[in-house]
C-alpha cells in the first residue's frame, strides 16, 4: 500500500491559526506531514523580529507530539531569488 506525504512550505511569519488549520487538514488527507519552514535573511519574519530559526523552534515545538507531522527549515540566504 503507498503512504501519502504532503508537504506545507512558507514562511510562517507569524505562525497563526490558518496554517495549523492548513497542516491538520493534510494531516487528514495524508499518512504524513511534512512542513518545511522557509526564509532568508532579511526576510519579513526578520523584519518583525522571527529570525528562521526562532519560527523553524516554534513551529517544531507546536507539533513535538505530534508523530505523523515533521518540521525542517530551509535557508534560501544563499540561493537566487
Not at 508537504?7 to 497542516?23: E, M, R, S, Y
Not at 507546536?62 to 537566487?80: H, Y
Request: proline residues 2%.
Amino acid at each position: 500500500m503507498k503512504k501519502k506525504t504532503a508537504v506545507v512550505f512558507g514562511t510562517f511569519a507569524p505562525l497563526h491559526q490558518g496554517h495549523i488549520d492548513l497542516i491538520q487538514r493534510a494531516k487528514r488527507q495524508c499518512d504524513r506531514v511534512w512542513v518545511v519552514v522557509s526564509g532568508y535573511e532579511g526576510d519579513r519574519g526578520e523584519q518583525v523580529g522571527l529570525t528562521l530559526q526562532k519560527r523553524f523552534r516554534y513551529i517544531r515545538e507546536t507539533f513535538r507530539d505530534d508523530e505523523l507531522t515533521s518540521v525542517c527549515k530551509l535557508d534560501e540566504t544563499n540561493l537566487p531569488r
